[in-house]
């Protein structure tokens, strides 16, 4: 076994599976145990590899073990925990080997006092593009801003892309000890906001694995302007050219309450896919802007996703903007 010391953390068998440009990084966090239902993590890396996938990447696993700060980290190095949690990392590999088309993964554990720095550093050293973490919900408020902490901060720190797929409901498994299946039933929140395209990409990258249709849906003020009704239009006809791939439905729903829209829609899908929030990033689990009021209120499975640096060139942006893709689109 290899290990390496990084600051307040120990990485072990600290490997790549390729030189790929692109890297997803999937924590397995153990604080998060206790209310991991099973097919959780399944469901994450079926997403992963989603992702990977549509990106030409590669998955990297990561089993994090928080300890107490007071608790030497060379002590757990060695002992049952750890092994255990070896032998899960091996586990999760072998299982997104399992679901084939040839998507490298490789794995490790990561013992640490601090998992929001260990995440971050796993992210650095390994160059990784992006990092997809798994929530599920909880009843108790408390709980869920105690187990958002984490979320918020690598949201707010993370230098590549940030992936947050929460888990609403029970378990999808038919039959437990079954793979989970692949979400058949996609929806698609559009925006204009800095992250929906990312969000569109990754709708794509869900459906095309599943051969699945994308409904996408936006919201108008009931009292809207023509203005604001011709760029409702443009943006489900942006989200319809960025999901070009995969069958898609769009709609327009008039409403001043598009959080309860969506949350009552998400019920009839099995994931909905969200632009993280722009005001106060995560800044609360539970209230604040819509994708978080979403994200919170759905029974079914929700997947935010936040860009790091949107510098709007994407093909959903370039449509929104008018560029040449729109008079090129004839000609496709």
């Known amino acids: ?17 390729t030189d790929s440009s692109y890297r997803i990084l999937v924590p397995i966090l153990d604080s998060d145990i206790e209310r991991r239902l099973e097919g959780d993590v399944e469901r994450l890396l ?24 007071q608790t030497p980290l060379s002590l757990v190095e060695s002992d049952a925990i750890a092994e255990q949690a070896r032998q899960e990392v091996d586990r999760f590999i072998g299982y997104t080997e399992q679901l084939g088309k040839h998507i490298p993964v490789s794995g490790g554990v990561c013992i640490t006092h601090d998992e929001v720095s260990a995440i971050l550093d796993l992210t650095s050293h390994h160059d990784c593009s992006a990092v997809l973490l798994g929530v599920r919900d909880e009843s108790s408020q408390r709980r869920r801003l ?12 993370a230098k590549g892309d940030v992936f947050v797929q929460r888990f609403g409901g029970d378990s999808p498994q038919d039959n437990v000890g079954s793979p989970p299946e692949q979400p058949q039933r996609i929806l698609l929140a559009a925006a204009e906001g800095p992250h929906s395209g990312l969000a569109s990409e990754i709708a794509e990258a869900l459906a095309a694995e599943a051969d699945a249709q994308v409904d996408v849906v936006h919201g108008v003020a009931e009292d809207a302007t023509d203005g604001e009704r011709v760029d409702a239009e443009n943006v489900v006809e942006a989200a319809a050219h960025a ?8 709609t327009i729903v008039e409403t001043d309450t598009i959080a309860e829209e969506i949350i009552e829609r998400s019920d009839e899908y ?12 995560l800044k609360q689990f539970v209230y604040g802007s819509d994708p978080e009021r979403v994200r919170s209120g759905a029974d079914e ?13 994407s093909l959903y942006y ?15």
């Open 1 to 17: 076994m290899s290990s390496k010391q990084n600051g307040p953390s120990t990485e072990s068998d600290a490997t790549n599976a």
């Open 318 to 332: 370039r449509w929104l903007k008018g560029d040449d893709v729109r008079a090129n689109s004839g000609s496709e």
């Open 243 to 250: 999901l070009s791939m995969v069958d898609v439905e769009t």
């Open 301 to 313: 499975t929700v997947l935010m996703a936040k860009e790091n640096t949107p510098v709007r060139t």
């Open 46 to 69: 079926q997403t992963a590899r989603a992702i990977a996938r549509n990106r030409d990447g590669e998955i990297l696993i990561r089993n994090i073990l928080h300890i107490p700060e």
């Open 270 to 281: 099995d994931v909905t896919v969200i632009g993280a929030p722009t005001q106060g990033l």
């Open 146 to 157: 105690l187990s958002g902490d984490t979320v918020e901060k690598l949201a707010a720190r």
